[in-house]
């Protein structure tokens, strides 16, 4: 049993093909000269600017079911899977908004109503400091004897 195979881009590490594993009595493990005769993409291009890394036979078989495209960091060598994104219908992600949207209203609501309440309290301090004010200011007065 042959595993598959990842020819990529040295510089980028886009990937250029990916073989197919091989099981049987007649499979047989190809070179990478082998394969760039075999294939088109591969003949097309440098094999100096080609990179490949020999899987086992079965190794990552649910990330390449599961991911939408495979890439390899040039530097590490590692394989790069990219899963799909789930993003929920739209009929719910409508509801999801307007829901959002009316939790938006009620708070700004209740910070209307903070807001009314501490202008309030505000505009009182400001009356009870201006007669305080007056009060010392009388005061003053009457203690200097002055009029």
Known sequence: MIGRKIYYELATGDVVLITEEKHGLNAVNTTKEQDFQMYDVLAARNPDTVGVIQLEYGQYQAEFQSARSVKVNPE???????????????IVQVENLQKENQNLKAENEQLK??????ELALLEMTTIAAEQEQAILELSVLIGGAE
């Open 76 to 90: 590490t060598k590692e394989l790069l899977f990219e899963y799909p994104k789930y993003e929920p219908p739209l």
């Open 113 to 118: 109503q903070r807001t009314e309440k501490l």
